[in-house]
């Protein structure tokens, strides 16, 4: 099953703005990761947060994370085309053991 | 260091024939998952493994997919026999630690199955 939920699910901007992605969840975490997948390709991993963080940043992405309402946020800040991709959430349960559970993704789309 | 290796890049068979993925994970990692992505979705963890012993496979279709890590390094995922629905991405990934805990993973390119 999925727990993981992203909005939007289609995202199309310009060179040069900022691309916002949110991932709803549904149970407790222990972190929960984002990841990028080009077509055709696998994925890779972009940023972890712990449930005890609340933001973290990586070069141009910014993470934020609210456990109280069980969602986050990924913020790419001027965007460019290279960054048009499939961006996924992913949740790491509270148990050992558990593996990562996967959204669905938001597609996104930087034209020049 | 090298990534995950992952073949064939792209397989297409007709229904009810068998098909086998292989997977060589990055050197030293404990940890290996075999993942389906179906077209518009997300992976959707098919099994683990952890050195050479299954962590979790509740939603491996055991009727039909097997899947093996001998020696704890290289694994393959079988598909036997192939159903239309099949047709999906198959993604191997690996971690470096045992805990389990939400490790980041690390992707091979995947198989690209087409079932006819």
């Known amino acids: 099953s999925q727990q993981g939920e992203e909005d939007p699910q289609a995202l199309s901007i310009q060179e040069g703005e900022n691309a916002t992605m949110n991932c709803s969840y549904k149970?407790?975490?222990?972190?929960l990761q984002w990841y990028r997948q080009n077509s055709g390709r696998g994925l890779v991993h972009l940023i972890l947060?712990?449930?005890?963080?609340r933001e973290k940043h990586s070069g141009r992405l910014r993470v934020t994370l609210d456990t109280s309402k069980k969602s986050s946020s990924l913020l790419i800040t001027a965007s460019r085309a290279a960054d048009t991709a499939s961006y996924f959430c992913a949740t790491a349960g509270g148990q050992a053991g558990t593996a990562l559970i996967f959204g669905k993704g938001t597609t996104l789309s930087v034209s020049s | 260091e090298a990534g995950v290796a992952q073949s064939p890049r792209y397989k297409i068979i007709e229904k009810r024939q068998s098909v086998a993925f292989w997977c060589n994970p990055i050197?030293?990692?404990?940890?290996l998952y075999w993942y389906q992505q179906i077209l518009g979705q997300g992976p959707k963890l098919l099994i683990q493994?952890?050195?050479?012993?299954?962590?979790?496979d509740s939603q491996l279709p055991k009727d039909r997919f097997s899947a093996e890590r001998l020696k704890g390094v290289d694994s393959t995922l079988k598909i036997q026999p192939a159903k239309l629905e099949d047709s999906a991405v198959y993604l191997c990934?690996?971690?470096?630690?045992?805990?389990?805990?939400?490790?980041?993973?690390?992707f091979g390119p995947g198989t690209r199955l087409l079932v006819l």
């Open positions: 149970t407790s975490i222990n972190n």
């Open positions: 990934a690996s971690s470096h630690g045992t805990s389990g805990r939400g490790e980041t993973q690390y």
């Open positions: 493994f952890q050195n050479n012993g299954v962590v979790d």
């Open positions: 050197s030293g990692h404990a940890t």
């Open positions: 947060i712990r449930s005890n963080e």
